[in-house]
């Protein structure tokens, strides 16, 4: 059990090959047709969701306001090891969730009208937005400066300083957007 459940590539590819049995056990009838792919592209977007906007949360409610309360000489721990892997996950879930949300939107032939605020896909349209604004201040806002915050590229003291207040603001920006980002995604069901 160790063996097993000590590493997290083992439990992952296990819950994924146990996702794979039960959509068999389902939709065994279903799996050549297009809905179901659509099914499963809107599935592997939900879950890098949750991954990005778990590790968003993470950020925003434990590690930042934990920061000031640890010690000195433990804050290399965060800065060296724990924050670059949680932003290489962060950074790639961000991207992982706009692709499989734009496949999404595509297969089930709404990605201009909702871009585009048409057809009664305003609300997810506007959703769509909203995530990919929150994309864009993960790669083009907070990663950058983050780099420099954890010093992955050189900057001085002043800079790191800047560069912290820019990616804090870019991040809770990120929180403020992902609230309403959440209830259209959900919304869109309910658009009559």
Not at 25 to 54: M, N, P, Y
Not at 102 to 122: D, I, Q
């Amino acid at each position: 059990m160790d063996k097993f459940f000590g590493n997290l590539h083992r439990v992952l590819l296990a819950g994924l090959v146990l996702a794979i049995v039960v959509a068999i056990i389902l939709h065994l009838d279903q799996i050549g047709s297009h809905a179901f792919w659509a099914f499963v592209i809107r599935w592997i977007h939900v879950w890098f969701g949750i991954l990005w906007i778990g590790l968003l949360y993470y950020f925003n409610f434990v590690q930042i306001p934990s920061m000031p309360k640890i010690p000195d000489e433990q804050k290399p721990a965060i800065g060296k090891v724990i924050a670059p892997e949680a932003l290489f996950y962060f950074r790639w879930a961000a991207a992982g969730t706009v692709l499989f949300g734009l496949l999404t939107a595509l297969m089930n032939m709404y990605l201009v009208e909702a871009l585009t605020f048409r057809g009664g896909y305003a609300t997810i349209g506007i959703g769509m937005w909203l995530a990919l604004i929150m994309a864009f201040n993960v790669w083009v806002i907070i990663w950058p400066n983050q780099k420099k915050v954890l010093g992955i590229v050189n900057a001085d003291a002043d800079a790191k300083k800047a560069a912290a207040r820019t990616a804090l603001f870019a991040s809770r920006t990120n929180t403020l957007l992902s609230i309403p980002m959440l209830y259209c995604m959900v919304a869109q069901q309910n658009v009559g």
